[in-house]
Structure formats: structure tokens, C-alpha cells
């Protein structure tokens, strides 16, 4: 009897099997490396974003009455604790009380705000990225002073005549009805009227601009301004550096 040839017999069970092992590793095993890659690449970023972010704001201790709204909720200033689990960038307050109220991102900014101020609260520079904050002035008067980390960063103050640029200063921004006022301490400030060129604003100097004017005058600080800048900045010099 003739035996089968070699070359055409079928394969039996034991080559199918070896068929079968000998297949490209399956795809599932890429998506797994790839998850593991996305998830250890989305766990840095997390933890980029948490160095980064800045101190939140605190209220420090007032010994004034009256509240604080924020956002539309009446917040007593004596409680500073209720205050600053309140405090969020972008949240929009106004002072009702007899008294300034000091609010603090440590190491980076100091806001005072004097009673009847009403603003947007800016949201404090990163430490490495999304170093430029924004914040607006409604009506009152805000004081302000930065710290050693704002070094690099940018703070933009809107109010309805003006906007002023802060890169490392003390100063007062003043929103009243007949227009807007910057005293300058120390530092240097720039000021924009609303359809208007921008001016630099130098130490122990004040810019005005009239509500619905393109220009700007300039002349020396308020003198009631002068003192109560020199406070607010030695006053929390501690937590400012």
C-alpha cells in the first residue's frame, strides 16, 4: 500500500494547535500599555496642577461689625473661619461693615477692602504657569499690596473707567462716581482709560481718570492714601515674604 505524501497530507490536531500559539500578540495588551501610559501621564498633570496652585484666600481677624456679601450671602466679619470657606477667585463681594477687612493669598497678595467696596475677587498667580490674575473694582476703594512670590506675575484691575495693570506693588485703586483714582506707593502701576493710551505710574504718584474721558491726569499720591499703605504693607509684611 502506498504512504500518504508528506507535502499534501492535512494537518492534524497538533498543528492546528500550533497555528494557534503562533498568532501576533493580541491588541489588548497595546490598549493596556497605553491606559498605563494616559494614566501616569494624567497623574503628573494632577499633581502639576496641585504645586501650582496658589494659596487660597483667607480673611484675616476684624474686630468691625457688619458682613461681608458674598456672592448675595451676608457673611459676619468677625468670622473669619466662615469667611474664608467662602472666599473663591471670581466670587463677587461687597463690604458692609464699619471697618476695612484685610483678605490674603500668602506670599502673594494682600487686599484691603474699605466698607462699601463692592469687586470680583482676582484669582492669585500660579507659582510656575497662569501667573496673570483679573479682578474688578465696581465701586469703593481697594488697597493692595504683593509679595515676594508674585515676582513675574500679572494682575489686571478693571473698573467702570479704567484698567490697571499691577506687576509688583502697593497701591490703591479707587472707583468713585466721578471716575477712577490709582495712588501708587511703591512700585509701578499702568493705567488705561477705557478708549484711552496706557501710562506708567510711578512712586508716590496718583493717575485719575475722569468717567467717560479718553485721557488721564497725573499728580502727586492722596495724602490720606500715604499712611494707610504704609500700613497695610508693614502690617503684613510677615505674611507677604
Do not use: Y
Not at 484669582?123 to 490674575?133: A, D, E, K, L, T
Amino acid at each position: 500500500m502506498t504512504s500518504p505524501n508528506p507535502s499534501t497530507a492535512q494537518p492534524g490536531p497538533l498543528s492546528v494547535r500550533h497555528a494557534v500559539l503562533s498568532l501576533p500578540e493580541p491588541r489588548r495588551t497595546h490598549r493596556i500599555r497605553w491606559m498605563v501610559g494616559f494614566g501616569t501621564t494624567a497623574s503628573v498633570a494632577i499633581v502639576a496642577l496641585a504645586l501650582n496652585a496658589p494659596p487660597r484666600w483667607t480673611a484675616l481677624p476684624s474686630s468691625g461689625t457688619g458682613s461681608l456679601i458674598v456672592n448675595g450671602i451676608p457673611v459676619p466679619v468677625h468670622d473669619s473661619a466662615a469667611l474664608t470657606r467662602r472666599l473663591r477667585p471670581g466670587a463677587r463681594v461687597l463690604l458692609r461693615g464699619n471697618q476695612d477687612l484685610d483678605l490674603v493669598s500668602s506670599g502673594l497678595l494682600a487686599l484691603q477692602l474699605t466698607p462699601g467696596t463692592e469687586m470680583v475677587l482676582p484669582s492669585p498667580p500660579g507659582r510656575w504657569f497662569g501667573r496673570v490674575g483679573r479682578a474688578s473694582v465696581n465701586r469703593g476703594r481697594l488697597r493692595l499690596t504683593t509679595g515676594r512670590h508674585f515676582d513675574g506675575s500679572r494682575l489686571s484691575i478693571t473698573t467702570p473707567d479704567a484698567t490697571v495693570r499691577v506687576t509688583g506693588t502697593t497701591l490703591s485703586v479707587i472707583a468713585e462716581p466721578a471716575g477712577t483714582c490709582v495712588c501708587v506707593l511703591e512700585g509701578t502701576a499702568r493705567v488705561r482709560p477705557r478708549r484711552g493710551a496706557m501710562t506708567a505710574v510711578s512712586p508716590g504718584m496718583r493717575c485719575e481718570v475722569a468717567r467717560g474721558e479718553r485721557g488721564s491726569h497725573e499728580g502727586e499720591i492722596r495724602a490720606a492714601e500715604r499712611p494707610r499703605l504704609l500700613d497695610l504693607r508693614d502690617r503684613l509684611k510677615s505674611v507677604m515674604n
